[in-house]
Structures are given as C-alpha cells and as structure tokens.
C-alpha cells in the first residue's frame, strides 16, 4: 500500500491494521470472529449489529442489514486473515478493507502485536 503525502509517494510502515467485514446474519459474524481470534488471526473483534447497508448489486439498488465486524490486527497475517474470512463467509463477494493504524494507545498496540501470531 502506498500513501501519499504532500504529492510524494511513502509505503505504508504501519505494522497493524483495522480490517472492516460486513456480515448478513449474527451467526456468520460470531463464525468468523470466533475462528479469527481462535487461530490467532487477529487479537480482537468486535461485531457491531444494526448497521444498515444501501449498495448497488447486479444493477439493482439493494438494501440490508448486516452486521460490521472490526478487526484488530498486524499487517503480516493480512493475506491469510483474508482468505480465512473468503472461506467463512457466506456471501459471493465478501467486504474486506484493511485500514492502516497509523497511532494509537501504544500498550494495547503491543497486545496486538503479542497477540497475533507472526506465522500465520
């Protein structure tokens, strides 16, 4: 990922990351979070139920609601995490965003980065 800053190009030295999953039911959201943290994938998720998406699918404006997990994580599982939630999902095409978290509380950066297995 590259960021830009003041019309120069900087690759992105974040070590962690905000991952954004929207879900369509309670059940696949705790799956996946559940499986996340177990496989040391991620160091927290939180589901965030209610939310309400308006989105544009096979041409047709469609509406739902969903649930929003926030995924805690590092950058080096990023691919794997990934593929895990492609595997867990239940929709043909997952929303997967990785945020870079540029600052933070540097104590609970450190329990990210403790938290989260290196090797996966």
């Known amino acids: 990922m590259m960021i830009v800053i003041f019309g120069r190009m900087q690759a992105n030295s974040s070590p962690h990351y905000l991952i954004y999953v929207t879900c ?30 308006v989105y544009r699918w096979d041409g047709k404006l469609e509406s739902a609601s969903e649930y929003l997990l926030l995924i805690k994580t590092r950058r080096e599982v990023f691919t794997t995490l990934r593929e895990r939630v492609c595997k867990l999902h239940q929709y043909e095409l997952p929303e997967i965003i990785a945020v870079p978290i540029e600052a933070g ?16």
């Open 105 to 120: 509380l540097q104590p609970y950066l450190n329990w990210i980065t403790e938290s989260v297995n290196h090797d996966a």
């Open 24 to 53: 369509g039911s309670e059940e696949n959201a705790r799956e996946i979070a559940e499986a996340l943290v177990a496989e040391s994938l991620a160091a927290c998720v939180n589901i965030l139920p209610g939310i309400q998406s």
